[in-house]
């Protein structure tokens, strides 16, 4: 499989299992001879379109089948899928399509849709009826044609083509007639602007296919497996162990959006032997809802989830029977770079992450003079080798600070390898904060407020400060239910840590501001400081 087009995967899968169930969302399954039959008429398509190869087309819509038959659509086709963030707005929305040189932009409409795309469209782009006439938006006049699925007659009046007349009685393509070189871009990503605009990431076939493979020897995936993974389709946390499934034969059950119910009903009926909640908000939910009561935990023979060390072991004791994996990694470097190793006992998967995969070179170095860390030493984690992204679209500036003179890739995450050349993860360079001139790991904080009982999530930043430099402020939220004042967690703290680490502020929140899958900590920053009455920085 490493070094393969994406859309050899997909053929391959085709060939070999024809009639196994791939694809499942509510209502909709696809078979593997039906995915890449599907795929092949989107690549058709697309050629009909006039698109070329390399071209960038964008697409914006809520996980659904639509989605990742575009997705494949393009990779057959050979130009690059630009999966933007379905949560944006118009201010996010407006900059990616123009930043990624969209010529074609594929969404969709929905009556029960949280999003209303083409209403977005129209507020972002004011002048989109010039598509009309072969002009593209001011802002993004690259853009010449948005296509629009789903519930499309609803929409009439727009200057955009209606995917399923596109598409009636039009032939799959003939892979042949599309000859893509397995090292050309198949998928442009956006990071998730936790501190400025998104950056985009030009990934290609050969990256993506020898991840998967990396992926499939690491967690050995199989035909009968049958994977459960809510998290969205433009991020390749959900992306690449899809194609781990697909590589080897096996179920992938998805959903528009997570509802606890929705993913049980699911997991049940299917009977699901993966689950990657991935993340503790998505655990969280899943385990606390009644039917959980329901599942035979024997079943499930793999879960990931990412989460401090006491989170993981409630985990492992409420799935007993379940390897638990953690995993670390970054869009620049084709997404995961570890995952635990199923081997390991609970207490090292419980604390360490596990080998690079074999796709994937990476090494600690201290972050300010370069030097290699010894065993257990922390310091910066840098990757290197063929899964590292060639550099940010269009941001040289960006470029020259993200790769280091030999050529590696500064994650600015702190991490130590200790004599196994496991990962231990320890959080952001710019979360650690400095306290009259004491390091705190904010990711420390976060762990420690994370074992109150009635703590369900909790993020910390940093607070400008005249004496100290900075002071720790943390942001709860409770599990449902829960009655805890801020004082009593900030004494729960202070029994337990030195006081520098104590957070000065603690406020109690219900939503948090996201990007694709990260906290926007930028954003709880700025709101705490404009509440302290504190000037911007």
Same mark, same amino acid.
């Given at each position: 499989?490493?070094?393969?087009?994406?859309?050899?995967?997909?053929?391959?899968?085709?060939?070999?299992?024809?009639?196994?169930?791939?694809?499942?969302?509510?209502?909709?399954?696809?078979?593997?001879?039906?995915?890449?039959?599907?795929?092949?008429?989107?690549?058709?398509?697309?050629?009909?379109l006039?698109?070329?190869?390399?071209?960038?087309?964008?697409i914006?819509?809520?996980?659904?089948?639509?989605?990742?038959?575009?997705?494949?659509?393009c990779?057959?086709?050979?130009?690059?899928?630009?999966?933007?963030?379905?949560?944006?707005?118009?201010?996010?929305?407006?900059?990616?399509?123009?930043?990624?040189? !969209?010529?074609?932009?594929?969404t969709?409409?929905d009556?029960?849709?949280?999003? *209303?795309?083409?209403?977005?469209?129209?507020?972002?782009?004011?002048?989109?009826?010039?598509?009309? =006439?072969?002009?593209?938006?001011?802002?993004?006049?690259?853009?010449?044609?948005?296509?629009?699925?789903?519930?499309?007659?609803?929409? #009439?009046?727009?200057?955009?083509?209606?995917?399923?007349d596109?598409?009636?009685?039009?032939?799959?393509?003939?892979?042949?007639?599309?000859?893509?070189?397995?090292?050309?871009?198949? #998928?442009?990503?956006y990071?998730?602007?936790?501190?400025?605009?998104?950056?985009?990431?030009l990934?290609s076939?050969?990256? !993506?296919?020898?991840?998967?493979?990396?992926?499939?020897?690491?967690?050995?995936?199989?035909?009968?497996?049958?994977?459960?993974?809510?998290?969205?389709?433009?991020?390749?946390?959900?992306?690449?162990?899809? #194609?781990?499934?697909?590589?080897?034969?096996?179920?992938? !059950?998805?959903?528009?959006?997570?509802?606890?119910?929705?993913?049980?009903?699911?997991?049940? =009926?299917?009977g699901?032997?993966?689950?990657?909640?991935?993340?503790?908000?998505?655990?969280?939910?899943?385990?606390?809802?009644?039917?959980?009561?329901?599942?035979?935990?024997?079943?499930?023979?793999?879960?990931?989830?990412?989460?401090?060390?006491?989170?993981?072991?409630?985990?492992?004791?409420?799935?007993?029977?379940?390897?638990?994996?953690?995993?670390?990694?970054?869009?620049?470097?084709?997404?995961?770079?570890?995952?635990?190793?199923?081997?390991?006992?609970?207490?090292?998967?419980?604390?360490?992450?596990?080998?690079?995969?074999? *796709?994937?070179q990476?090494?600690?170095?201290?972050?300010?003079?370069?030097?290699?860390?010894?065993?257990?030493?922390?310091?910066?984690?840098? #990757?290197?080798?063929?899964?590292?992204?060639?550099?940010?679209?269009?941001?040289?500036?960006?470029?020259?600070?993200?790769?280091?003179?030999?050529?590696?890739?500064?994650?600015?995450?702190?991490?130590?390898?200790?004599?196994?050349?496991r990962?231990?993860y320890?959080?952001?360079?710019?979360?650690?904060?400095?306290?009259?001139?004491?390091?705190?790991?904010?990711?420390?904080?976060?762990?420690?407020?994370?074992t109150?009982?009635?703590?369900?999530?909790?993020?910390?930043?940093?607070?400008?400060?005249?004496?100290?430099?900075?002071?720790?402020?943390?942001?709860?939220?409770?599990?449902?239910?829960?009655?805890?004042?801020?004082?009593?967690?900030?004494?729960?703290?202070?029994?337990?840590?030195?006081?520098?680490?104590?957070?000065?502020?603690?406020?109690?929140?219900?939503?948090?501001?996201?990007?694709?899958?990260?906290?926007?900590?930028?954003?709880?920053?700025?709101?705490?400081?404009?509440?302290l009455?504190?000037?911007?920085?």
């Open positions: 499989m490493s070094g393969k087009r994406l859309g050899e995967l997909l053929a391959d899968s085709g060939r070999h299992w024809p009639r196994h169930t791939a694809l499942v969302f509510p209502g909709q399954r696809l078979s593997y001879a039906e995915l890449y039959r599907e795929s092949r008429r989107r690549a058709a398509a697309l050629e009909s006039g698109i070329q190869p390399g071209e960038h087309v964008g914006l819509m809520p996980n659904s089948v639509d989605f990742l038959l575009w997705m494949f659509g990779a057959l086709h050979g130009s690059v899928a630009v999966l933007i963030n379905a949560r944006y707005k118009s201010a996010e929305l407006g900059y990616v399509v123009a930043n990624a040189d !969209l010529s074609c932009l594929i969709r409409h009556r029960q849709a949280h999003q *209303d795309y083409p209403s977005l469209l129209r507020e972002t782009f004011p002048d989109l009826d010039n598509l009309a =006439a072969g002009l593209g938006p001011a802002e993004a006049p690259a853009l010449q044609r948005i296509l629009l699925c789903g519930d499309a007659g609803e929409c #009439l009046d727009g200057p955009w083509l209606h995917a399923a596109l598409l009636h009685g039009l032939e799959p393509l003939d892979p042949a007639l599309r000859p893509v070189p397995a090292d050309a871009p198949c #998928l442009m990503l990071t998730s602007g936790t501190t400025s605009h998104p950056k985009g990431c990934l076939h050969r990256q !993506l296919t020898a991840k998967t493979a990396a992926i499939v020897e690491r967690l050995q995936f199989r035909d009968s497996d049958c994977q459960w993974n809510p998290l969205p389709l433009f991020h390749l946390a959900s992306l690449l162990p899809m #194609l781990a499934s697909f590589a080897t034969g096996g179920r992938y !059950l998805s959903d528009s959006h997570f509802d606890a119910a929705r993913a049980w009903e699911q997991i049940l =009926a299917e699901a032997t993966i689950l990657y909640p991935a993340f503790p908000t998505v655990m969280s939910e899943l385990v606390s809802h009644p039917r959980f009561s329901e599942l035979d935990t024997r079943q499930i023979r793999l879960i990931n989830n990412v989460a401090p060390p006491d989170r993981l072991r409630e985990n492992m004791r409420l799935l007993p029977h379940s390897v638990h994996i953690s995993a670390y990694g970054l869009t620049e470097g084709t997404g995961i770079s570890c995952y635990s190793h199923p081997e390991d006992d609970n207490e090292t998967r419980a604390t360490r992450i596990g080998r690079p995969l074999a *796709d994937t990476l090494r600690i170095v201290d972050p300010e003079t370069g030097a290699p860390c010894t065993a257990d030493q922390r310091g910066e984690i840098q #990757l290197g080798g063929g899964s590292v992204f060639a550099g940010y679209y269009k941001a040289p500036e960006a470029n020259a600070s993200a790769f280091t003179a030999d050529g590696w890739l500064r994650t600015g995450d702190l991490g130590a390898l200790d004599a196994q050349g990962l231990a320890h959080g952001r360079l710019k979360d650690t904060l400095k306290v009259g001139g004491e390091n705190v790991s904010a990711l420390e904080i976060e762990s420690l407020l994370s109150h009982p009635a703590v369900k999530m909790v993020q910390v930043v940093g607070l400008p400060d005249p004496r100290l430099e900075e002071i720790v402020a943390a942001f709860v939220e409770l599990k449902p239910g829960a009655d805890c004042k801020a004082d009593a967690l900030i004494d729960y703290c202070r029994e337990r840590v030195a006081s520098f680490k104590v957070p000065r502020h603690l406020r109690f929140v219900s939503d948090w501001p996201m990007s694709a899958t990260k906290v926007q900590k930028f954003r709880l920053r700025e709101q705490l400081m404009r509440e009455g504190l000037p911007a920085a």
